[in-house]
């Protein structure tokens, strides 16, 4: 079976530093995505990590550890537009199909 | 410019009354994927084509079906919604790659059911 854990919500300050944590216990691994999702929007795509080690993309910054089935997303000079649901997805088998996390809930705070 | 549209954005039906959820893509892309997503949930895979093969989740109810007429279309028929089939629909897309290919998933808005 397929199995991804998150946290459900997380609070951070405005300016502030965040790290989103994501473990997965999967048949098979191809893959980490990392999208972002608002309230009533359509996910957006934030990173991709296949092999171990930091992918950074401006403020947004994704790590992977295969051998611990662990990742996390890092939130540098947070912004109030940085409220949304953070989700976790791994790519299993050869084809494009994604399990998902159930998301965290992030609150950036004044 | 959107590239993967849903319609309608909200959709109200009839407990038991047949329901269409459209999707369509000016991306090209060969694989169209739909998830049903309740509140506060990961989102779930319901089916998706690749290219015009239809690949239908073992858990997916036989209430749910699909069409995909064209590369650009793809359809969610509910023929009997149940008040459990409130939720968010998502329609996706992506391109027919390799296992490690970094391509993501592209989403349309999604459609939110309502059943009465």
């Known amino acids: 079976g397929q199995n991804i854990d998150q946290p459900t919500e997380m609070t951070a300050t405005e300016g502030a530093i965040v790290q989103i944590n994501c473990t997965y216990q999967t048949s098979g691994f191809n893959g980490l995505f990392w999208y972002q999702q608002h309230a009533g929007e359509a996910p957006t795509f934030l990173s991709y990590?296949?092999?171990?080690g930091l992918e950074e993309k401006g403020r947004f910054s994704s790590f992977l550890s295969r051998s611990k089935g662990y990742s996390y997303l890092l939130l540098k000079e947070l912004q109030m537009k940085d409220s949304a649901s953070y989700l976790c997805a791994v790519k299993t088998g050869g084809g494009n199909k994604l399990t998902f996390g159930t998301g965290t809930q992030l609150k950036v705070e004044l | 410019d959107a590239m993967v549209i849903q319609n309608p954005r909200y959709q109200v039906t009839q407990f038991g009354k047949p329901v269409t959820l459209s999707c369509s893509q000016t991306l090209n892309h060969n694989v169209m994927y739909w998830y049903q997503q309740k509140s506060s949930q990961a989102p779930k895979l319901l089916f998706h084509y690749y290219d015009k093969d239809f690949n239908n989740e073992a858990d997916t109810p036989d209430n749910f079906q699909s069409r995909r007429p064209n590369t650009s279309f793809c359809f969610l028929d509910i023929r009997s919604p149940g008040l459990g089939d409130a939720a968010m629909y998502l329609c996706?897309?992506?391109?027919?790659?390799?296992?490690?290919?970094?391509?993501?998933?592209?989403f349309g808005d999604g459609t939110r059911l309502s059943i009465l």
């Open positions: 990590n296949v092999l171990d």
């Open positions: 996706a897309t992506s391109r027919k790659f390799g296992a490690y290919s970094n391509q993501p998933q592209h």
